[in-house]
């Protein structure tokens, strides 16, 4: 692999402190973006360097950015930082050991998109790195790199870290404004989108930690460094997290397109124990799971997308043979209901029953009905939810019956989990 | 009740923000550190200095699961037991608790030091399992592990 890039500062001892940061060249970014760059030029940089959004979706930031109504002020920019994916952790490395490196992206972002007040939305739990971004955003209005007339440029931005309270449904956008607002963290009906009407119905700029920490090396390099990595559709470097039954479990920095087979066995060290795999889900808990004969799937949208399955978060999960797949399939159903936030019925019902149902095939009480009843439940929450926590919620279930329908049966019939002793 | 010192830093809240309803869930986090929960009179003092309704305020608490409405023992163990943790063992950490502590998930000691509750997804798949005890993770654990942080935290 060569040199790191986002994932340059982590290990380095302090490097959470601005002194370390800026001694490795931060901030060098940002004064560059500001002397060199009109905001509508930076939108374009980004625009042509083809980076997408890394919380899952992958809709072009730059696009994403152009979107914002011309002349309408005051406008937002949210950092969405409310981790929650199942499987993922890339941004809470990004947060704890390269604080700076966020908000350095998101002051060029918010120059680009004419932003003057920002919010990184953390979630609660991560306590730990909330503090380091604190200190971090201290450091940087003592250093003039936030509040009045940024480097002399004119530029004014204040940056305010809000801090979630255990909600999953906060990490979908709308979701996040109405959290952000001091509601229930409940969708709101799109359109309008944020871009033209999110936070207090202001023109709002919503992207995740690790897309925005992207923007500083694309100043910096440029839009055809980042084109040459990656393919043309998916071009640049992604952070994809690992866990499960691998040996070396952890965050990896790759370009896009790397096979997922280089990713499990060259840098996470290749299933734990030896024991071969049964399946992967690899993109995050929602994305369906697939099974190895795809392991040289290579990992960029189109790929993934290809095989029906999604990039997603980049959350690769590796599931080794003697595990269960109805007892899987039943903790993420468990999750899905608990997050559902309530506020439209095909989600809210659909997950409980789809919970319920797992529940009790995995507890020896199924019923030979069961499969096309939950196919039969999946088809009326798909498409039919208010937001997209309800298609989250089919992608385990729905793939795993496709992949391990006899699996299914097998408790069904023996009327047990046969991976239980 | 709510002190001086919590009501001035709420107030203080929600000038920083653009729309002082924004402050709201700091505001309620405040409290919780104050008392340790969220009692309907907590929730009715942090609604009165927001400006805003109880039902308002208590509709906010509900939804959160960071919020505790029921008393919560000096030291809130949270254990994962979503996919990455389950699939190395949480089930065995959260039985372990059980026995260690002569509680069931959801229970308080009759003590008043822990807490033990099932969580969702902490984001440290990769050093799972994992627990959180208040605001500290605790990764890549073992019953060995266990056994000397729980001693940890009775010698505090």
């Known amino acids: 692999m060569a040199e790191p890039v986002l994932l340059r500062n982590v290990g380095v001892p302090d490097s959470h402190k601005i002194e370390v940061y800026m001694q490795r060249g931060g901030y060098q970014a940002l004064r560059k973006a500001l002397k060199e760059f009109q905001p509508a030029a930076l939108v374009d940089l980004v625009k042509r360097s083809g980076l997408r959004g890394r919380g899952g979706a992958g809709f072009p930031a730059g696009v994403k950015w152009s979107f914002l109504p011309k002349g309408v002020y005051p406008r937002y920019l949210v950092c969405n930082a409310d981790e929650g994916e199942p499987g993922t952790f890339k941004d809470r490395v990004l947060i704890e050991h390269d604080p700076h490196g966020l908000i350095e992206g998101i002051i060029i972002s918010c120059y680009a998109c004419e932003v003057n007040t920002a919010f990184i939305y953390i979630r609660g739990e991560y306590e730990f790195g909330a503090r380091r971004l604190e200190q971090a955003v201290q450091e940087a209005y003592a250093r003039g790199f936030l509040g009045k007339n940024i480097l002399g440029s004119g530029f004014n931005l204040d940056l305010i870290v809000h801090r979630g309270a255990g909600a999953y449904i906060c990490g979908e956008e709308t979701g996040m404004l109405t959290s952000l607002e001091g509601d229930r963290g409940h969708p709101k009906l799109k359109p309008p989108f944020p871009a033209s009407e999110g936070l207090y119905r202001k023109p709002t700029v919503i992207n995740n930690v690790e897309t925005l920490f992207n923007v500083p090396f694309i100043v910096e390099r440029g839009a055809e460094w980042y084109t040459s990595m990656g393919t043309e559709k998916s071009p640049g470097l992604k952070l994809f997290c690992i866990s499960g039954h691998v040996n070396k479990p952890g965050v990896y920095e790759l370009p896009l397109a790397t096979p997922l087979r280089t990713l499990i066995y060259d840098y996470a060290g290749g299933p734990l124990e030896g024991k071969p795999i049964k399946a992967i889900i690899p993109g995050g808990s929602s994305t369906p799971m697939i099974t190895p004969e795809h392991l040289d799937v290579p990992l960029d949208y189109e790929s993934l997308a290809a095989i029906g399955t999604m990039l997603g978060s980049g959350a690769v999960v590796v599931i080794g043979e003697g595990t269960c797949i109805v007892r899987t399939v039943e903790r993420l159903a468990e999750f899905y209901r608990h997050e559902s936030c309530g506020k439209c019925i095909p989600c809210r019902e659909g997950t409980d029953w789809l919970y319920k149902i797992l529940h009790r095939i995995e507890h020896g009480g199924g019923r030979e009905e069961d499969l096309p009843l939950m196919l039969d439940i999946c088809n009326n929450i798909g498409g039919k939810s208010f937001c997209p926590l309800g298609d989250a919620a089919l992608g385990p279930v729905r793939s795993s019956i496709a992949h391990f329908r006899e699996e299914y049966l097998q408790h069904i019939r023996e009327k047990r989990c046969p991976f239980q002793d | ?156």
């Open chain 2, 1 to 156: 009740m709510l002190s001086d010192k919590a009501k001035s830093e709420i107030q203080q809240l929600k000038a920083r923000y653009p729309h002082p309803n924004s402050a709201l869930l700091p505001a309620l986090a405040l409290a919780q550190k104050e008392h340790g929960w969220l009692s309907p009179e907590v929730l009715e003092e942090v609604a009165e200095v927001m400006g805003l309704s109880p039902a308002q305020v208590g509709s906010v608490a509900s939804f959160y699961t960071m919020f505790n409405r029921r008393p919560v023992g000096k030291y809130l163990v949270q254990v994962c037991t979503n996919v990455a943790c389950s699939l190395l063992g949480a089930e065995h950490i959260v039985e372990h608790l059980k026995r260690k502590l002569g509680i069931n998930v959801g229970e308080t000691t009759p003590d008043g030091l822990f807490t033990l509750l099932e969580v969702e997804c902490l984001g440290s798949c990769g050093t799972a399992p994992v627990m959180q005890v208040n605001d500290t993770y605790y990764e890549n654990l073992t019953a060995e592990k266990i056994d000397q942080i729980l001693a940890e935290l009775r010698r505090r």
